[in-house]
Every structure is written in structure tokens, then in C-alpha cells.
């Protein structure tokens, strides 16, 4: 989820103004502001609704041990478990689904799809984790585009491909709550399952942030690859919004108390003083900020999705 848009700073202003004017000149304010943050002001609240209140029990009991494992001293038997899943490569067969309304049939080409996928690659292969498209669907439903509740329940069902080792990504023009995404965590769906225990998994995705989609500072694809990370198993880094507690359940990403907006650059954003590592993870795929600030993963974060993988997704 990406941080809510910061309007207070023009509160002095609308206030000096009156009626349709003070409401106007803070819209136009707010807007200006957003731009130059260099995001689209129509998405001031980039919701992914993922976080560690929507886990499993067995997921968190799973994360807070592996993070345990990532202090223990090197050559211990954790620490030898945890460097043979760094070593792993994960191949995801996957599937994309594009859901329009009939308004916005046009909205998304195949390029665009293309140049998702490559997006999708790009920030994960340094991870050795890579993304094998085995199809697009194109389905046009002025319902299922906007989705939510029982909606969503409807789509998956139709339109869900592969086991719970395929991820399906789910690409709505006109996704509901001016929200830009969301996903299903991994978590524990015993041997053998029914399809139907795990209809629902997967990630929504507002198509406006595929490459060259409609939906500025947030049309590199990236959203889709902060999405792909939960479903791998990682949270966001300010998971907790505080500088104690567990923040991520992962030992090497520095604490940080309140989600980024934007890309700050000088002076550099430190929520947290000098708690691990010092400055905040702007450029963490897992945080909030713009498509262009998003540049890596962590060590620790690349060996958490190769440790939760075989215990939630191999052969699923």
C-alpha cells in the first residue's frame, strides 16, 4: 500500500478562503503537489490492502521463525538452510488476466502486456525467480472491472488458471476504492487440495499501472511487482508502522515507521534514527514509493520468498 497524499501542508492557504473557493484552491493545490511528488493526484492512497493482519497464523508463526534463523550465528543449521534457499531458483508458471469495462476496452494492449512480464523478470532474476507467461485472457465486464466483495469471488472462479504454484494476476481497468492493488499471502492448504480452497489467490491489479498505462508515477509495471512479493510472502517494510516489534519478519530491511511517498531525495527520509540501518528503504520494492524509485530487494528478503516457497507453493 503506498501512503495516503499530503494535503496540510495547504491548509493555511484554503483556510484563508471561503466556500467553493477555499474547497477549489486546496484541490488545486493538492493536485500541484502531487505532481511534483510525481505521482497521478487521483491515486492518493495506494492501498494494497495486504498486510499482516490479512496472514494466517502459520504464516506468521513461519516468518517470525525464519527471522530468528537470519540472526543465528553462521554454520549453525539454520544459517546452512538458509543459504541452500538463497541457491534455489524458483521458475512461476504465469497467468494474466485483463478485465475491462466496455468504456476502457482499449485501455490495455498487448505491449503493454509484453512489457509487464519484462518488468515483472527485470526486478525479480537478480532474486533467481522468473516468470513464464502460459496465457492472457481478455474479458470485458463492466462488473468484474471494478470488482470487490462477491465480484471479485465470481471472477476468480471463472477466469483462476493453474494451481496454487501459478500466480494469476488479475488486471482491472477500473479497480474500486482508488486503490492500486492487492494480493493473497501464501499460506498452509494441505496436500492435495480442492481448487476451490484457493480460488481466491492471486493479485487485483489496477491495469493503469502496466508499462505505459494511463496512471502517472505508477506506470512502470511495479506495482505489479510489489504485488508479486506478497504473494511470494513479503510484507511491507514499514509492516507495523513503528521502529520496534518485527516490523517485516526480515532481519536486513531497516526499520521504518511511516510508508514513503513519492521518491525523497535530500534530506534523505529516516522514520526510524539509527534503529539497523539508518535511513528508510525508499527503494525497496516492498515500501510505497513511486515506480521510479522502486530499484531492489534485500539479500534477506530475496532468501525469504526461496524459503517460503517450497513450504507453501513447490508442487501445490
Known sequence: ???????????GIASALSGKNAGKAANNNATAAALALGYDPTYR??????????????????????????VLVAGSPAAQAALQARQVSISVPTYFHIVSTNANSGMITKAMVTAQLAALNSAYNPSGVSFTLKNTSWTVSDSWAVGGGSLDTDMKSAL???????????????????????CTLPTDIGTNPSPSVYVADGCNIAAGTMPNGPIYGYNQGKTAVHETGHWLGLLHTFEGNSCTGNGDYVADTPMESVATNG????????TCGNVRTGVDPIHNYMDYSTDVCYTRFT???????????PLYRKGK
Open 45 to 70: 492512497h495506494f492501498d494494497c490492502g495486504t498486510n499482516a493482519s490479512h496472514a494466517s497464523d502459520h504464516f506468521l508463526e513461519t516468518v517470525a521463525a525464519l527471522q530468528s534463523e537470519n
Open 1 to 11: 500500500m503506498r501512503t495516503e497524499f499530503f494535503v496540510a501542508a495547504f491548509a
Open 263 to 270: 521518491c525523497p531525495t535530500s534530506p534523505w527520509k529516516n
Open 160 to 182: 483462476r488458471q493453474g494451481s496454487y504454484t501459478a500466480l494469476n494476476l488479475y488486471f482491472q481497468t477500473d479497480l474500486q476504492g482508488g486503490i492500486l492493488g492487492q
Open 299 to 309: 539479500s534477506g528478503q530475496q532468501a525469504r520468498m526461496k524459503s517460503l516457497w
